[in-house]
């Protein structure tokens, strides 16, 4: 196969400042306030215990963690410094150093369009790996999420199914995004394993991360922050994503949501940090 790459986005005018330094600090300061008077919801009593024991301030009652000021500031000099997000095809590595960006196939799709009968029916394996196979082909796209869902299969396994789909038609990077339990994180960091030669080969080159979600807001279900533990034990990077509602989940303002947003992805990296130190994430 001839070596091949992909095309980034890359910043043609310098970044556009749309909030004074002021406001910036204020959204910061306001979000440390918010980790450390509010905190975030765990819905496992076995990770708040968890948290407790490494600094948070845990009500029972709520099944909240606080974060002590300096126990933010902890848990997050612990992140490391590096994230490399590597492939299987040489040259196609993501790097992320502020000159460029990526495009990337998004979905998950419990529902797409029946390419033949024109018709909408559930989405299937297969169609993980079409859209897998279409996204490696372009190189504007420059890692993977799983486009479909593998519908037809047991709801614990499917996203096994996924990943499957993913690795047997792309060499580029993989992102999941339907492993939220430790069952199937464990199981997806073992399979990455296989694909490159072992779990030392994977912990140096980590050819899939995942992301796990927030419910906004401040909310975390136990499911994924385990998840994101086993991918650390794995060496997988594992991001946070959160997807407040301005005036719904979040504040009416957009200060106000913006705080709740810093703070749902910051208390999901500082509660990852605290149950894994020196875990990659993002």
């Known amino acids: 196969m001839a070596d091949r790459e992909i095309r980034t986005v890359t910043h043609r005018t310098p970044p556009l400042d749309i909030m004074p330094d002021e406001a910036v600090a204020a959204i910061r300061d ?16 076995a990770i708040l215990a968890q948290l ?25 000099t612990t992140v490391p410094p590096d994230l490399p997000l590597a492939s299987r095809e040489p040259g196609l590595d993501i790097v992320l150093d502020g000159t460029r960006g990526y495009l990337g196939v998004d979905g998950n799709a419990a529902e797409v369009v029946d390419l033949d009968t024109d018709q909408r029916r559930a989405s299937s ?28 299969m047991p709801v614990p396994s499917e996203p096994l199914h996924n990943l499957e789909a993913n690795l047997n038609n792309t060499g580029k990077h993989i992102v999941m995004m339907t492993a939220v339990t430790p069952e199937q994180a464990e199981a997806s960091a073992e399979m990455a394993a296989v694909a490159v030669g072992g779990a030392t080969a994977l912990r140096e080159r980590p050819i899939l991360s995942a992301f796990q979600c927030s419910v906004s807001p401040l909310v975390y279900d136990g499911g994924p922050l385990a998840a994101a533990v086993e991918f650390a034990k794995a060496g997988v990077p594992s991001g946070f994503m959160v997807m407040p509602i301005l005036g719904a989940t979040a504040p009416i303002t957009r200060a106000g949501t913006m705080v709740v947003n810093n703070a749902e992805v910051i208390g999901g990296v500082i509660a990852h940090q605290l149950l894994a130190p020196g875990a990659r994430t993002f």
Do not use: N
Not at 52 to 76: K, N, S, Y
Not at 134 to 149: F, K, R, S, T
């Open 125 to 152: 394996k297969a169609d993980v790996a079409a859209g897998t196979l279409i996204g490696d082909a372009l190189p504007q796209i420059g890692y993977i999420w799983q486009p479909a869902v593998s519908r037809e």
């Open 52 to 76: 407790g024991a490494a600094g948070a301030v845990i009500d029972e009652e709520t099944g909240r963690a606080r974060f002590p000021r300096e126990v933010q500031a902890g848990a997050l």
């Open 30 to 45: 306001a979000t440390t306030e918010v980790l450390e008077r509010t905190g975030i919801e765990v819905r496992s009593r």
